[in-house]
C-alpha cells in the first residue's frame, strides 16, 4: 500500500497544496487522514496507516472505522481519482471480484436507462465488487 503517498498527499492539504473546499484540514491534521470522498451525509478519509475512516457532516469527531471491502475499495477508487498522486491505490480487480449488479459492470449508475452523473454506483464506480 502506498502508505507514503497517503502521508505526502496529507501534507500537500495541510500545505494548501491541494484544494480543501470542504474546509476539513484542521480534522485531517487532527485524524491524520487525507479526505477523499464526500456525499451528502458525511465524508470518508484514509488514514496514513491505510485505515479508511468515515464520519458524517454533523458529528465529524465522531469518527467509524470501515472495515467492508465495498467501501474500503470505493474509498481507494476516489483517494486515487481525486489525487493524482495516489494513482497506485486504484484497487485492482482479483479472481474472486464479481460484476456490479447494479451498473452492469460499467460502473456508471443508470436510472430508466439513462446514465445518472451525480449519482455514484453501489460499487462506487469501479463497475465490480471485492468476492468474498
Not at 502521508?7 to 473546499?21: P, R, Y
Not at 479472481?95 to 454506483?121: A, I, K, Y
Request: aromatic fraction near 10%; proline fraction near 5%.
Amino acid at each position: 500500500m502506498a502508505l507514503q503517498q497517503i502521508k505526502d498527499g496529507l501534507e500537500m492539504l495541510l500545505d494548501g497544496q491541494l484544494a480543501d473546499g470542504n474546509k476539513l484540514s484542521s480534522w485531517a491534521a487532527h485524524q491524520q487522514a487525507l479526505p477523499a470522498l464526500f456525499d451528502m451525509g458525511g465524508f470518508f478519509a484514509l488514514r496514513t496507516d491505510g485505515v479508511v475512516l468515515s464520519a458524517s457532516w454533523d458529528a465529524p469527531d465522531t469518527v467509524r472505522v470501515e472495515d467492508d471491502p465495498r467501501i474500503r475499495s470505493m474509498v481507494f477508487y476516489f483517494a486515487s481519482q481525486l489525487h493524482p498522486s495516489l494513482s497506485e491505490l486504484k484497487p485492482k480487480r482479483g479472481s474472486t471480484g464479481v460484476d456490479c449488479e447494479h451498473c452492469g459492470g460499467t460502473g456508471r449508475f443508470r436510472f430508466n436507462d439513462e446514465v445518472v452523473h451525480d449519482v455514484v454506483c453501489y460499487c462506487g464506480g469501479l463497475g465490480w465488487l471485492p468476492g468474498p
